[in-house]
């Protein structure tokens, strides 16, 4: 399989904290990486680091594949302006997601469409963006992120601002997109039993990789095992059965 | 005052001059505004402005135009404020303070051991429509075709960097060259602005028709094109009454912005808009 990110050695300090230490990984194309730890693990730094918002660390990461910038969609852990009176439409924040200047209007403006109907979103788009609920926000978000059509999605904890019921539907959704479309998904998130029934691969983060490996394996792990304590690997372990379960 | 004698003013040359330039500054100021007032940098025209004020007087001092001294040294100063901002040890408001201060002391500075200028400097504390040029007009026309242009060419990229920042970078967006192009723009319009409404009041035009704007519309676009609409009426209609009535023309000008801006707010208030 074609590796397409791969993070060799990263460390992070702010100050005199060590907020990430000597990290390794990869993603491959068609990859459904789970990223987890607890509270205060690194697991916004790593992604931050990786989306190039943080510019100070050691070590490196690696786009391979062809796989530019522009190929990254990106999904944050809520609405990332909080002004409920910001004037745009939810057409406006979609177009966002296109940085290629040179395409066609007509294009556009189809695409945009047929994503947001896809999405659900169809009858939102006129709307101040300000005025949508939660799980409407993060829907144009994933549009935004999608509009372009990546390669590999990031996600941010995206449902910890959502209702249960929501949550579900929301990583249906994206399972579906991995399945139909490709899309190598990277989803960083603290809960476990929601989220990581969907995910192939695990990176267990506490300022270091504590596990990296498949979901399958999780519990043969020892050392995840002696630093996260028998519940929580227990709750990992719920994951694989799961995992199983589906697809007996 | 009748419509015959506004007609016999309009057609003064120095008057026909300060509707254009007038007009010039309307459409800059209002196509920028938006983005400094919804990223919390409205201030940045207050602080060029006294930037402003210095090269104006460093200006009168050598004898040379105000606009060729002040847009380098204006250019500048934004950047400086932007570079200073971005460090994570000065915020935004007292980086312009900073640079504000030190400029409007130098202003002093300069003003107080001169032996006296030939144009009064309160032309350009408050603005006078007398001390409009010719060659004024035809630089204007060109700095607000640029301005109009660069904004209409970046519009995209200013509008995802206005709303979410981290998204506008992490989609490969170039915020840093982005930042400089708003902030040296910026520059470039309070410049051409202190002529008609004059370095006390040219914050005032980037700000007023922007929040005025904001209360009349859901998008982004259509936002500027009221801004824009806000701008040319407020400018224009106070020009024609500081040359019927004697007024002065950059405090006529803010006074009508800031009634536009009451009677908006009021009326969406009442309508249950967003006011």
Same mark, same amino acid.
């Given at each position: 399989?074609?590796? %397409?990110?791969?993070?060799?050695?990263?460390?992070?300090?702010?100050?005199?904290?060590?907020?990430?230490?000597?990290?390794?990984?990869?993603?491959?194309?068609?990859?459904?990486?789970?990223?987890?730890?607890?509270?205060?693990?690194?697991?916004?730094?790593?992604?931050?680091?990786?989306? &190039?918002?943080?510019?100070?660390? *050691?070590?490196?990461?690696?786009?391979?594949?062809?796989?530019?910038?522009?190929?990254?969609?990106?999904?944050?852990?809520?609405?990332?302006?909080?002004?409920?009176?910001?004037?745009?439409?939810?057409?406006?924040?979609?177009?966002? &997601?296109?940085?290629?200047?040179?395409?066609?209007?007509?294009?556009?403006?189809?695409?945009?469409?047929?994503?947001?109907?896809?999405?659900?979103?169809?009858?939102?788009?006129?709307?101040?963006?300000?005025?949508?609920?939660?799980?409407?926000?993060?829907?144009?978000?994933?549009?935004?992120?999608?509009?372009?059509?990546?390669?590999?999605?990031?996600?941010?904890?995206?449902?910890?601002?959502?209702?249960?019921?929501?949550?579900?539907?929301?990583?249906?959704?994206?399972?579906? %997109?991995?399945?139909?479309?490709?899309?190598?998904?990277?989803?960083?998130?603290?809960?476990?039993?929601?989220?990581? *029934?969907?995910?192939?691969?695990?990176?267990?983060?506490?300022?270091?990789?504590?596990?990296?490996?498949?979901? *399958?394996?999780?519990?043969?792990?020892?050392?995840?095992?002696? *630093?996260?304590?028998?519940?929580?690997?227990?709750?990992?372990?719920?994951?694989?059965?799961?995992?199983?379960?589906?697809?007996? | 005052?009748?419509?015959?004698?506004?007609?016999?003013?309009?057609?003064?040359?120095?008057?026909?001059?300060?509707?254009?330039? &007038?007009?010039?500054?309307?459409?800059?100021?209002?196509?920028?505004?938006?983005?400094?007032?919804?990223?919390?940098?409205?201030?940045?025209?207050?602080?060029?402005?006294?930037?402003?004020?210095?090269?104006?007087?460093?200006?009168?001092?050598?004898?040379?135009s105000?606009l060729?001294?002040?847009?380098?040294?204006?250019?500048?100063?934004?950047?400086?404020?932007?570079?200073?901002?971005?460090?994570?040890?000065?915020?935004?408001?007292?980086?312009?303070?900073?640079?504000?201060?030190?400029?409007?002391?130098?202003?002093?500075?300069?003003?107080?051991?001169?032996?006296?200028?030939?144009?009064?400097?309160?032309?350009?504390?408050?603005?006078?429509?007398?001390?409009i040029a010719q060659s004024d007009v035809y630089l204007s %026309?060109?700095?607000?075709?640029?301005?109009?242009?660069?904004?209409?060419?970046?519009?995209?990229?200013?509008?995802?960097?206005?709303?979410?920042?981290?998204?506008?970078?992490?989609?490969?967006?170039?915020?840093?060259?982005?930042?400089?192009?708003?902030?040296?723009?910026?520059?470039?319009?309070?410049?051409?602005?202190?002529?008609?409404? &004059?370095?006390?009041?040219?914050?005032? %035009?980037?700000?007023?028709?922007?929040?005025?704007?904001?209360?009349?519309?859901?998008?982004?676009?259509?936002?500027?094109?009221?801004?824009?609409?806000?701008?040319?009426?407020?400018?224009?209609?106070?020009?024609?009454?500081?040359?019927?009535?004697?007024?002065?023309?950059?405090?006529?000008?803010?006074?009508?912005?800031?009634?536009?801006?009451?009677?908006?707010?009021?009326?969406?208030?009442?309508?249950?808009?967003?006011?």
């Amino acid at each position: 399989m074609n590796k %397409l990110l791969e993070v060799r050695n990263l460390s992070v300090n702010f100050g005199r904290v060590k907020a990430l230490d000597d990290i390794s990984f990869h993603v491959e194309a068609n990859d459904y990486l789970a990223i987890v730890g607890p509270n205060g693990s690194g697991k916004s730094s790593l992604m931050k680091c990786i989306l &190039g918002l943080i510019e100070s660390f *050691q070590g490196s990461y690696v786009y391979w594949d062809d796989l530019q910038r522009e190929d990254i969609g990106y999904l944050p852990q809520r609405s990332p302006n909080q002004d409920k009176h910001f004037p745009a439409t939810v057409y406006e924040i979609i177009q966002t &997601g296109i940085t290629n200047k040179k395409i066609d209007r007509k294009a556009m403006h189809k695409a945009i469409v047929e994503l947001s109907r896809k999405l659900g979103i169809e009858e939102l788009l006129n709307q101040k963006i300000g005025t949508l609920s939660g799980g409407q926000s993060q829907r144009v978000f994933l549009a935004r992120a999608l509009i372009h059509k990546p390669k590999l999605l990031i996600m941010d904890e995206p449902t910890s601002a959502l209702d249960p019921t929501f949550r579900d539907e929301f990583y249906q959704l994206i399972k579906q %997109l991995h399945d139909e479309e490709g899309v190598a998904i990277v989803l960083i998130s603290h809960d476990l039993s929601s989220v990581n *029934q969907y995910a192939k691969n695990l990176l267990y983060l506490d300022q270091k990789v504590v596990y990296f490996g498949s979901v *399958q394996n999780v519990c043969m792990s020892e050392a995840l095992m002696h *630093q996260i304590g028998p519940q929580a690997t227990a709750a990992l372990c719920q994951v694989e059965n799961h995992e199983h379960h589906i697809h007996l | 005052m009748n419509i015959t004698s506004i007609f016999r003013l309009l057609s003064y040359a120095f008057v026909q001059r300060a509707l254009i330039v &007038g007009l010039l500054i309307a459409i800059s100021s209002s196509f920028l505004g938006i983005f400094l007032v919804l990223r919390k940098y409205s201030m940045i025209g207050d602080g060029l402005a006294h930037v402003s004020f210095a090269t104006v007087a460093l200006a009168l001092v050598l004898n040379q135009s105000p606009l060729i001294i002040s847009i380098p040294i204006v250019s500048l100063a934004s950047l400086l404020i932007l570079k200073l901002s971005e460090e994570n040890r000065i915020g935004g408001d007292a980086a312009i303070g900073l640079i504000a201060s030190t400029s409007l002391a130098i202003g002093v500075f300069i003003t107080s051991v001169s032996n006296g200028f030939s144009v009064d400097l309160s032309s350009y504390l408050f603005g006078s429509i007398l001390i409009i040029a010719q060659s004024d007009v035809y630089l204007s %026309l060109i700095l607000t075709v640029l301005i109009v242009s660069l904004v209409l060419v970046f519009y995209q990229d200013l509008f995802a960097m206005t709303y979410d920042l981290d998204y506008a970078k992490v989609s490969g967006r170039k915020t840093k060259r982005l930042n400089q192009l708003l902030s040296i723009l910026t520059a470039i319009t309070i410049v051409l602005g202190i002529r008609v409404v &004059g370095t006390m009041l040219i914050s005032s %035009l980037i700000i007023f028709p922007t929040v005025s704007a904001l209360r009349l519309s859901n998008g982004f676009k259509s936002t500027i094109v009221w801004a824009v609409i806000i701008a040319i009426f407020s400018v224009l209609s106070g020009i024609l009454i500081s040359v019927t009535l004697d007024f002065p023309t950059g405090s006529s000008i803010v006074l009508i912005n800031a009634i536009l801006f009451g009677v908006i707010s009021l009326t969406m208030k009442l309508k249950g808009g967003s006011a």
